[in-house]
């Protein structure tokens, strides 16, 4: 079988496309975003002003680039508004997800347990734009006119629970938000884990006098250890990159740390969207090729976290024969 | 913790067995707690969005192209669905391959990097996808907003979808059956294509499905490639702007008219609605092929 062009061959090269993809939007960024990393260097991530300068000044050179005057990119406020509402998500939806996961795999019969599972995975099929909309016209009102004030009047004894409540958008929205976005991956997943487990271990501490939910507490959960964490990073990928349901309840923050959890903020993602007409406005182009920083950034980050979490789950699909 | 405090003859023994007790009822609660303050989200959102959708919802909605804010949505509707069979059509067929190569062809040394890859791709933020296409498509190759570059950054998030479906569909297939066929002298691509890909066939459908509701309900990366447009498709890949539900509702919930809702509340409708027939219809198909004496 001396062939050139055998199946197996077409087959790699075709499927090799998926692999390409993802390395030709890697090195775009890199190379695109280059002049901008150039300039900016570290401050980049360090200082808190997004500035495209004056859009009607005459270019100045700095640094041997044109820049417009008094254009300035730092995304210190982005990165504080990604990282702290996907914290929130990952805080809510880890303990959350998995106590559901909990429920469908032990509280109810195996016949029923695919509809009733149906309740929450729906929400992973929910488009984001969706939840948008939603966080919108229910979550925000209810928060902004009854929740946030009453947690001011009597939780504000808390470091970040004081302050003005706002209106409703920002960060602890947004991380609610994200939790009911991400959850369902971490239910379905330490759900599966959980039936699949090897049942000698539940009968083993059973057999030994422990309750059910002892056994639960104490054997089933901490075997499905590696899953959960796995399912985690995934998730709080997930949550990283959200672009539409933020952009759409985060209050769009610029150059704006957030002072407490009622804060509105900006995330990598959305700040993409909000600012891409703006930036396109830079004759110098140094303002979008910022923006492709952002991307970069976020890109970077988002093979980074869903790099560990598939070798974890990797491993675990080796050591116990089941699959995630 | 009432009984044990009030009554002085309880021994430390029964005192240890309530508190047990009593920590199991806490932890069933606890679990069946979260469940239902998810099951309650779940129908918060679609009772949010059918109670304002169905008001929302007239004939002029399917008939009428959107003026302005108001009008209709067949526009959108039409682009929609444009815009998804485009991008599955450009994503199927390599990622069907890359599912056949790593279910078939698993020990070579590229699967696993083929694998990780296409895991990784997932986890791309959808925003990045789309300005990827917009600086390189939109920008770069002068083609303008269009139905091909909003095609193409869909295909960019379906494809890892499918290749993991059709991988797992292939596995699937009992290895009886390719041995059977490779006794009988048949070479790898009949083996594959004619025998295996017929009963994965149902299997590589759910992945199909399911990257088709990813695509029907993103926004993010549609934005800077597809653009926008009031007017029907006229039949041009470039150079050509095309409208499409998920953008009706994020652009027009913020609108300051009555007729701008109700079509944002309208699109949300059709694309949960179309989004829940897909999952069910998937749910079903899986289950289908999941019974025994297929």
Redesign the interface.
């Known amino acids: 079988m001396f062939k050139l062009v055998?199946?197996?061959r077409?087959?790699?090269v075709?499927?090799?496309?998926?692999?390409a993809?993802?390395?030709?939007?890697v090195v775009?960024?890199v190379i695109?975003a280059w002049p901008a990393i150039r300039l900016n260097g570290w401050h980049f991530f360090t200082s808190n002003t997004w500035n495209t300068g004056n859009l009607y000044a005459n270019p100045i050179e700095r640094n041997g680039r044109m820049i417009l005057p008094g254009a300035h990119y730092g995304i210190l406020f982005l990165i504080a508004g990604t990282l702290l509402s996907t914290l929130i998500a990952v805080v809510l939806a880890v303990?959350?997800?998995a106590?559901?996961a909990?429920?469908?795999a032990?509280?109810v019969p195996a016949q029923l347990r695919?509809a009733v599972s149906?309740?929450?995975?729906?929400?992973a099929?929910?488009?984001?734009?969706?939840?948008?909309?939603?966080g919108?016209?229910?979550v925000i009102p209810f928060l902004g006119h009854h929740v946030y004030p009453w947690m001011t009047a009597h939780l504000g004894f808390l470091p970040f629970f004081s302050g003005a409540p706002g209106s409703g958008y920002g960060l602890l929205t947004a991380g609610l938000v994200l939790a009911?976005m991400i959850?369902?991956l971490i239910?379905a997943t330490v759900r599966d884990a959980l039936v699949s487990q090897y049942r000698g271990l539940r009968d083993a501490a059973l057999a030994l006098g422990a309750?059910?939910?002892?056994t639960?507490?104490t054997v089933q959960l901490p075997a499905t250890r590696r899953v959960l964490v796995g399912s985690g990073i995934?998730a709080t990928?997930?949550a990283?990159?959200?672009?539409?349901a933020v952009?759409?309840i985060s209050g769009n923050a610029l150059n704006y740390l957030p002072r407490n959890i009622y804060s509105p903020i900006s995330t990598m993602?959305s700040f993409?969207?909000s600012q891409?007409d703006s930036a396109l406005q830079d004759p110098t182009g140094l303002a979008v090729r910022s923006?492709?920083e952002v991307?970069l950034a976020?890109?970077l980050i988002?093979?980074v976290?869903?790099?560990a979490?598939?070798?974890l789950l990797y491993y675990q699909d080796r050591t116990t024969g089941t699959t995630t | 913790m009432a009984a044990a405090s009030a009554s002085s003859f309880v021994s430390p023994r029964q005192r240890h067995r309530l508190r047990r007790r009593l920590t199991d009822g806490l932890g069933w609660t606890v679990s069946t707690v979260a469940f239902l303050l998810l099951g309650a989200a779940t129908v918060s959102i679609f009772w949010a969005i059918a109670a304002r959708g169905a008001h929302a919802l007239d004939l002029a909605i399917f008939t009428q192209v959107t003026q302005g804010t108001a009008g209709g949505l067949l526009n959108a509707i039409e682009g929609t669905l444009l815009l998804a069979a485009g991008g599955l059509l450009l994503a199927i067929p390599p990622g069907v391959a890359a599912g056949i190569f790593l279910a078939e062809f698993g020990a070579s040394r590229f699967a696993p990097v083929l694998r990780f890859m296409s895991d990784v791709l997932v986890g791309l933020p959808s925003i990045v996808v789309g300005y990827f296409v917009y600086i390189v498509a939109v920008v770069d190759l002068g083609w303008g907003f269009s139905a091909l570059a909003g095609a193409i950054a869909l295909a960019i998030i379906s494809l890892p979808y499918i290749t993991r479906t059709s991988e797992m569909a292939f596995r699937q297939v009992p290895a009886d059956m390719r041995d059977a066929a490779r006794a009988l002298g048949a070479t790898d691509s009949h083996v594959i294509l004619r025998i295996c890909l017929p009963i994965a066939a149902s299997n590589v459908l759910t992945g199909v499905l399911l990257a088709l509701a990813i695509s029907v309900g993103e926004t993010a990366p549609l934005l800077y490639t597809a653009g926008w447009s009031n007017y029907m498709w006229n039949g041009h890949l470039t150079h050509e702007p095309v409208g499409y539900l998920t953008y009706a509702i994020w652009a027009f919930i913020t609108e300051p008219f009555q007729s701008a809702h109700a079509l944002a509340y309208a699109a949300a409708l059709l694309v949960s609605a179309f989004v829940l027939v897909i999952s069910i219809a998937s749910r079903m198909l899986m289950a289908a092929s999941r019974r025994p004496g297929r």
Do not use: D, H, K, Q
């Open positions: 055998t199946f197996r077409f087959t790699a075709l499927g090799g496309v998926v692999a993809v993802l390395v030709a939007v775009f960024f695109y303990p959350i997800g106590m559901a909990v429920f469908l032990e509280c695919t149906f309740f929450v995975e729906l929400l099929a929910i488009p984001s734009v969706v939840f948008g909309l939603w919108y016209v229910v009911l959850v369902p239910t309750t059910r939910f002892e639960l507490w995934l990928g997930r990283l990159g959200e672009t539409m952009l759409m993602a993409i969207v891409l923006l492709g991307a976020l890109l988002a093979v976290v869903n790099g979490a598939r070798l």
